[in-house]
């Protein structure tokens, strides 16, 4: 969780899981999505309160230990890797006060994610020894922070549309910001003249 700010939120094509790819750039810069965003810092957000939403349909099943983070540091003159931290989130219940935001029909559903507690006081470190480097020295390193969602089809049988929502809500945000709205995951780019699988793979 490092950088001063969140730039951007992409959905990567992934046949094995719902990929989210959160790009943590050194620098302030516009955002697409929501200007809320600019008030999210990786560098000094507490770790103890950041969340992840993920809402979708009944159709698809989120396993309860289905999502992880994934935080790369790099050299940006040359992309050498100084530091990557791989995290298991963990399902944890919707804050009450969120509920309300979260309007779905009986077809839909949401699943929160956290970072464990016995990992919150490792990325505390993290962030520390980050923010006691130089400003030239923090300048010259780039990072992403990723976040990776499993998920399968209830019905092997089900061919249709499965779309999802994803949120972000951290100790800087007061609610859930969309990071990605009803994206199908079926809308999965196929390299040409190869034929392409299913993407979303049955419940086993």
Known sequence: MFGPMLQRAILSPCLKSLF????????????????????????????????????????????????????????????????????FLTRTSLPAKSAEQFHHDQDETVSIFRIPEVQIDELRSLQAKFLSLPESRRNAISGSLMIDVAGCKVDPEDNGQMLISTYLKTSELPEFVVLASDYDLRNVPSKPGVQQDDPIKPCH
Do not use: C, W, Y
């Not at 989210?20 to 507490?46: C, I, M, Q, R, Y």
């Open 20 to 87: 989210v790819a959160f790009l943590v750039l050194l620098g302030k810069t516009g955002l697409a999505h929501s200007a809320d965003l600019d008030a999210f810092n990786p560098a000094k957000t507490d770790p103890e309160h950041f969340l992840i939403a993920v809402q979708h349909s009944q159709r698809l099943k989120v396993p309860v230990n289905g999502a992880r983070m994934k935080v790369v540091m790099r050299e940006k003159s040359t992309g050498r890797v100084l530091k990557q931290k791989e995290i």
